[in-house]
């Protein structure tokens, strides 16, 4: 079966498109979107990925959705992006460079333990870099560059304005770094 025959069905074109819109999606937040019950939701979401329309991946705790395949390093980048806190922190410390544990709980406003289980996730997978300096943590992102691609390329799927400031931030610092190298 072809795919323009897949999507004949109005539910799976709806499908479709809001996972087109939105890669990296989560099965409750395409619910949202979507307003649609779960379990008819799930059945046409396993379907078009049997028919590889539709690629799904367990990420954790959740499982989210892609319309085509990504470079396996832009994934992981992109699925912690989509968890709101977790985005505010990598936005924090892109826009800063490096920034001390104090200042994320301090900016944040997130309890230790909610803070610490998201700093570990995003250091178990590769995107943030963790220094002791004395007694303090500091974080940095691992590829600012990849982060960056991610964020600029996927722009329009993110709903606050953090993502623009953070892109913003980058942007100008890189171009900063960029002229200081020719001088």
Known sequence: MFKDEI?????????????????????RELQRVLNMPLATLEYHLNYMSRKKIIFAEADGYHKTYWTKPLDPEDKKVLSALRQKRMREIVLMILASQKVKYQSLSDGLKLPHSTLS????YLIDHGILAREKIGYENVYTIRDEDRVAKVLIAYKSSFSDRLVDKAIETFMETHAQKGAEKHK
């Open 7 to 27: 999507l004949e069905n109005e539910r799976r074109r709806r499908i479709y498109a809001a996972v087109e819109a939105t890669p990296s999606i989560h099965l």
């Open 117 to 120: 289980f998201y700093l570990k």
